[in-house]
């Protein structure tokens, strides 16, 4: 029994992990004002985070892309509203948010 349950518990630690994941993913975007102008499933100012995830999702290059345009800014990839660069955003939470957008 005991080494059933330690299969159990090992199997579980992807879902773990990714629950993890999430809820730092959307900590860290809330304390770093993305959500002023992003939803998760909804456009605001900005596009949603699924959007960007769905646009992004064949690009192996996606992860610098967005820290590119996150860090510097940027107009016309969404519309003709700029997204003003996050300079004071560090880089370990820039990744964690890119990660977690492209994970939507």
């Not at 199997?11 to 860290?28: N, S």
């Not at 102008?37 to 290059?61: E, I, L, M, T």
Request: charged residues 15%.
């Amino acid at each position: 029994m005991k080494f059933r349950t330690s299969l159990t518990a090992l199997a579980m630690l992807p879902i773990l992990a990714h629950a993890a994941t999430d809820e730092t993913g959307l900590r860290l975007a809330k304390q770093n004002a993305c959500m002023t102008c992003h939803a998760v499933d909804s456009h605001v100012v900005g596009p949603s985070f699924k959007a960007v995830a769905a646009r992004y999702k064949d690009d192996p290059n996606a992860s610098a892309v967005l820290y590119r345009k996150i860090r510097m800014g940027g107009a016309g990839v969404w519309g003709q509203t700029p997204m003003p660069p996050y300079p004071q955003a560090s880089d370990q939470d820039l990744h964690a948010i890119i990660q977690w957008v492209l994970a939507r």
